[in-house]
């Protein structure tokens, strides 16, 4: 099953204005928008597709306060298509759209559907560092403290979900869809990696009681650390709140910044995440502080030490 | 059930939050009265009544409710909204409705107005809890 991750996540909101401001202004690039909703993009195609909570077109709610309304999983070929269609028909109604989309439910209740990548094979630089002993990764006079520059999404990175039954969701998608466990927090639920994508996870669980079922969270990737701390810095200049960051969490590497958003889940930058082959044997720990993060630190207002000349 | 405040850090505040006239009928609006750098409370207004919370919702200890400065409210303005992960409140009891806080309220604070300024009535607890050295 060649599934390589998140392609798009269709939304109904109850507030599309706030919703536009909030995903333009954390630097997804507005390519349709109306009254009725819109469709957000990150640099490789990956979207945010928003409507009116009550547009008849969207996939049925979740009977709790969750706005996600389906979750569009991006393949590889038509031939990963046919076989999801054939493995998932056997047991539940997959239905297939003009466009050849399919649409069906996983085993906690949520709308997912599968088509073709609609993402752009992304040919950008990394973030590029100095480092002693190493190959500069600047040359010299290339600067890099620029805070003219843009800080965009490159690509949509993974979703997590609060599940009422982890054990349920996740065999689901590793023996239905053919995703892999990296690593698991005890109790809590695991990280799970498509065969398509090395990423630690595009995929994350949190066993929760049923009425809270729905999106924890959802994350893009930024080019590196500085851009995540631009992006996010930037956002909090702007008046957008911060909920957890700016951190590096243990379980996958990732630099991490979450923000509350006006779509009822945080919406996190991340940077610099494993990446994991068959190799990788899965880890288990409980879900700590300590656990979730290497680091965590949180922005405050811009300072210089300075003050007046000392007396003479 | 509600969250318990540590009164023994408890601050009496000397500054009222604001005037009443720069508090808009139907909107939230949130406010730092320590100093800390980020609001920890926040105020709805409706009509002549007012109604004073934390911003903390119930659901993760100290978590941050609002998704902008002063945006505490769902799209209709007719319930509290933590815009971490959807949870809607009453406006008048702060009790969940729905979401990952089913059932648990959020902690209020008093309120007075004197003089047409708005005050915390009583202590006031840190956002941040000092750290025990």
Known sequence: MRIIGPDELVFGVDDVAACREFLVDYGLMEKAFSDEGGRFEALDGSAFTIRKRDDASLPAPLPTANMLRQTIWGVEDQATLDAIEAELSKDRAVEKLADGTLTTRDDANFEIAFRITRRVALDLPAELINSPGAKPGRAPNVIGANDEVEARPRTLSHVVYFVPDMDKMANFYVERLGFVVTDKFTNTGPFLRPQANNDHHVLFMIQTPEYMQGLEHVAFHMQGPTELMLAGSRMVQKGYQSFWGPGRHKFGSNWFWYFNSPLGTHIEYDADMDLHDGDWVERETPMTKDAAQMFLFENVEKWVPGGPPPKK | ?133
Not at chain 2, 20 to 25: A, H, I, M, R
Not at chain 2, 72 to 96: K, P, Q, T, V, Y
Not at chain 2, 105 to 117: A, F, W, Y
């Open chain 2, 1 to 133: 059930m509600m969250a318990t405040e540590d009164l023994t850090q408890a601050v009496e505040l000397t500054e009222p939050l604001c005037h009443l006239s720069e508090l808009v009928d139907g909107r939230s609006r949130g406010f730092d009265p320590l100093g800390e750098g980020r609001d920890t409370m926040f105020v709805v207004r409706q009509g002549e009544r007012l109604y004073g919370y934390r911003n903390h919702c119930p659901h993760y200890d100290q978590a941050r409710m609002n998704w902008k400065k002063d945006e505490f409210l769902n799209g209709a303005r007719d319930r509290i909204m933590c815009f971490a992960h959807g949870a809607l409140f009453d406006i008048a009891s702060g009790e969940c409705e729905i979401g990952p806080c089913l059932g648990q309220r959020l902690t209020s604070v008093k309120l007075t107005v004197r003089d047409g300024q708005v005050w915390i009535s009583g202590p006031y607890v840190p956002g941040r809890p000092r750290r025990s050295s």
